[in-house]
């Protein structure tokens, strides 16, 4: 019987953190997932994202269509409908989306690595609103890591340095309307994991969210109550943590026939390490009983990449 996806409260004093932080690696044990209730996102800085969201996925076609780039493995800008996979899957997810990258300071070591954002001049507010709501989860997301270093037994601080220029990105998620019948074997967004250190994702306004534990044969829907947040483990935090801490598969389904005539929106932000983070076990998660699965350390760029390629955003060169 799963406990762990009852809303955690989060403390606004970080010294009164001991019962969140237990809360929330009780949950990333069980389940990868948690709702986090008291957030502290500013509901305005929401609903200008969500606003210039249905503003710009209702442009045209060839309008959105200068905002992609297709040699940019879908990391910045607009990617169409009907692009992405998932992870050893080939029929396409039947959605759409934007990402909004970190601005770095000028002439930064990751520049080549971390392109800038185009700007939307179509949607007047569109830079501000998806800036502003970036920088939120942000520092959100550093807040969140502080109670997961605390418990795994780290300093409380360990993950500043690796995430403060890290390759973090606020996805703007549509998923068009259902007119007509889906394609057999579609679904909206098909089983898969995230790829970063932490998601964390704003309640969408339509339901479909739903997650598989591990050793749970079952899907388990996900319904954030109004004012909360779902967060969950990525696939690099779980490969640092040895698996302590799971990186769940998760879907987002069809819709029921009387709702597929509404799109779904919803705003999530994967939290990424530097590019040039050493990925590797930690010595505290590495036991007789669960020994290393990673012997070989990897960088975040070179994991990223990898997963690109896997989920059909980046196409290979030959040689």
Not at 173 to 179: C, G, I
Not at 248 to 268: C, D, G, K, M, W
């Amino acid at each position: 019987m799963l406990t762990t996806l009852k809303p955690i409260s989060l403390p606004a004093d970080e010294a009164d953190d001991a019962e969140f932080t237990k809360a929330l690696m009780a949950a990333f044990m069980e389940t990868g997932f948690a709702v986090i209730s008291n957030h502290g996102l500013d509901q305005s800085v929401i609903d200008q994202a969500y606003a210039v969201s249905r503003d710009f996925f209702s442009l045209p076609a060839e309008t959105k269509q200068k905002y992609f780039d297709p040699e940019g493995a879908g990391q910045r800008g607009y990617t169409p409908f009907g692009t992405e996979n998932a992870k050893g899957n080939e029929t396409i997810d039947l959605k759409e989306f934007w990402h909004t990258g970190r601005e770095l300071p000028e002439n930064h070591a990751y520049a080549a690595i971390m392109p800038e954002t185009p700007s939307v001049s179509e949607v007047p507010t569109f830079d501000t609103a998806t800036r502003d709501l970036f920088e939120a989860f942000d520092a959100l997301g550093a807040r969140l890591l502080r109670s997961v270093a605390s418990g795994l037994g780290l300093p409380r601080d360990w993950f500043a340095d690796k995430v403060r220029y890290g390759n973090s990105i606020l996805r703007l998620l549509h998923y068009p309307a259902q007119t007509s019948p889906p394609p057999e074997g579609s679904v909206r967004a098909a089983a898969h994991e995230d790829i970063n250190v932490i998601t964390l994702l704003l309640g969408a306004d339509e339901a479909g969210l739903q997650v598989r534990p591990r050793g749970h044969d079952d899907w388990i829907s996900i319904e954030a109550p109004k004012g909360s947040l779902v967060i969950n483990v990525g696939d690099m935090l779980q490969r640092l943590t040895n698996h302590v801490l799971q990186s769940t598969t998760h879907q987002v389904i069809n819709p029921a026939p009387e709702r597929s005539r509404f799109s779904r929106y919803s705003l999530p932000f994967f939290l990424h390490f530097e590019p040039d983070v050493q990925i590797r076990s930690l010595e505290s998660c590495v036991t007789e009983d669960n020994p290393d699965r990673y012997p070989e350390p990897i960088t975040a760029n070179e994991y990223l990449l990898e997963r690109l390629e896997e989920i059909g955003l980046l196409k290979r060169k030959p040689g």
